[in-house]
């Protein structure tokens, strides 16, 4: 069952219910967003009994908004309880406390942050929205002299953005503070099965342009990062199922491998995969595998079938976040056909409302060994060579 709400849903998305019949609850908002009576639609009641009466039915959404929903509607399953407990990090790292007994990590209240002593925190550190979204107000404190000047940052974030989102996708009243995690980062869309399996649907790397570079910019997949990663990845993402007693359950898993192949999950963003119908939608550009349909059917990719002839091909989703330096309310145009001009393969480009959610749009890309350098200039790009 699929669970439609803003800021947004892909053309994919839409096509992906409508080939495959799959059952849309007809909420207001998504039939403000979907006009398309030929949809197998449901009607809200019948949804709600249908996911109280069967556990085993996996409800997918593609935005976290929808939580709102979920928490007054679906009081009777164990749906907005599981959701809680990835979505707010401070209680994911109380879950995983066990596993990590010397991680630091504080959390403390919005109002409460200019009250902290600077010299009494553990540097360097994360400091981000305990429940949060797309690296919104997320910044790396390196001593306490970056201390007042980050503050101020988060004020100025969190007075534009707050209102953009719902409270349950980005609520600002509380923040964790913890240490860095080392390693290089990867973000999987998965699902935990009525066993409680893990079925892993897409491994991505994300790449960074510096060691302070908070931003999600550049995410790729290809042949080599998931054979590379998957054994390990799908071990520790099973453990992380049983120590919360999960199943019939989609999540976006972000984590980090170090120099030892040591794991430790960053946070896990319940009920969905990436943002904006992005990550998902990268799956069928690379590896024609429909993510969608294989959630909510409880499909299992066969990978050694679908990552035939994707040697050498790298598949990445551009995030266009404005890292100008220029105020969204200044800039009067985007320039989105000299950005694909720039790139050798583009395969998809989704221009949005930067002015409400400080993303030009995304990208999807494909290259190889003789384009590489696009990735590079992209990551390392502020983006003013395509603002007027």
């Not at 869309?189 to 649907?201: K, T």
Request: with cysteine; net charge negative; hydrophobic share 35%.
């Amino acid at each position: 069952m699929i669970l439609i709400d803003k800021p947004y849903v892909s053309d994919y998305l839409i096509k992906t219910i409508k080939d495959f019949k799959l059952q849309i609850i007809a909420t207001k908002t998504a039939r403000e967003m979907i006009n398309d009576d030929s949809l197998n639609w449901i009607n809200e009641i019948e949804a709600i009994k249908i996911l109280e009466n069967n556990p085993k039915h996996i409800l997918y959404s593609n935005s976290e908004n929808s939580i709102n929903w979920v928490e007054h509607n679906l009081t009777k399953t164990k749906l907005p309880e599981r959701i809680k407990l990835f979505k707010d990090k401070i209680l994911f790292r109380e879950l995983l406390k066990d596993e990590y007994p010397q991680f630091y990590f504080l959390g403390v209240k919005y109002q409460e942050l200019r009250d902290i002593n600077p010299k009494e925190l553990n540097y360097p550190f994360i400091i981000k929205p305990a429940v949060g979204f797309f690296s919104i107000a997320v910044h790396k404190v390196n001593s306490k002299n970056e201390w007042q000047s980050v503050l101020d940052e988060i004020d100025s974030e969190m007075e534009k953005l707050v209102t953009a989102y719902p409270k349950e996708v980005l609520d600002g009243n509380n923040f964790i503070i913890e240490e860095i995690i080392p390693g290089e980062e990867y973000a999987v869309d998965c699902y935990f099965n009525d066993d409680g399996e893990v079925i892993i649907l897409n491994i991505m790397k994300h790449v960074f342009s510096s060691d302070d570079d908070v931003y999600d910019r550049v995410y790729s997949t290809s042949k080599e990062i998931i054979q590379d990663n998957y054994d390990q990845i799908h071990k520790y993402i099973g453990n992380i199922g049983r120590k919360a007693k999960i199943k019939n359950f989609p999540a976006h898993i972000e984590l980090r491998i170090d120099s030892n192949n040591s794991i430790n999950a960053i946070e896990v963003n319940p009920m969905r995969f990436g943002g904006w119908c992005t990550s998902a939608d990268l799956s069928w550009h690379a590896f024609q595998i429909n993510t969608y349909d294989y959630v909510v059917n409880s499909k299992v990719p066969d990978w050694n079938e679908l990552l035939k002839g994707k040697e050498g091909k790298k598949y990445s989703l551009i995030v266009l976040n404005n890292s100008s330096g220029i105020k969204e309310e200044e800039i009067k145009y985007f320039d989105y056909d000299l950005l694909l001009k720039d790139f050798s393969k583009p395969l998809e480009i989704r221009k949005t409302d930067y002015v409400n959610f400080t993303i030009f749009g995304f990208l999807f890309l494909e290259t190889d060994e003789n384009s590489e350098d696009e990735l590079n200039e992209i990551l390392n790009s502020n983006l003013r060579k395509y603002i007027s």
